[in-house]
């Protein structure tokens, strides 16, 4: 089993800046790739950016330019930047992480692994 941490959540101003951290803890597996998806209240769950094995990135058109997803090459983490935030940025943040196992070149197990969630809240 692959656990997933999120962390780096809270209360901003309109215009101010959140770093989330998302870390991934396990054995033997490989990312195949990990994102960020948001429920704000009352609304459904959306992806909001995302990031492969190859360090691809894709975002959602309402934070391109203000969020940026990105890595670290050490370990098993990606942060997700968020500047310039907006009230309708407001929404539990959550970080999915998709893995495998594979053994002697053959593919043994695969994941889909959530966290549990951080709350950004952005209110003057």
């Known amino acids: 089993q692959v656990q997933v941490a999120e962390s780096g959540g809270g209360l901003v101003q309109p215009g101010g800046s959140l770093r989330l951290s998302c870390a991934a803890s396990g054995t033997m597996f490989s990312i195949v790739s990990m994102a960020w998806y948001r429920q704000p209240p009352g609304k459904e769950s959306e992806l909001v950016a995302s990031m492969i094995s190859s360090g691809i990135t894709n975002y959602t058109d309402s934070v391109k330019g203000r969020f940026t997803i990105s890595k670290d090459n050490a370990k098993p983490t990606v942060y997700l930047q968020m500047n310039s935030l907006k009230p309708e940025d407001t929404a539990v943040y959550y970080c999915?992480?998709?893995?495998?196992?594979?053994?002697?070149?053959?593919?043994?197990?695969?994941?889909?692994?959530w966290g549990q969630g951080t709350q950004v809240t952005v209110s003057s």
């Open positions: 999915n992480v998709k893995s495998s196992v594979h053994a002697m070149g053959i593919l043994i197990d695969e994941y889909d692994s």
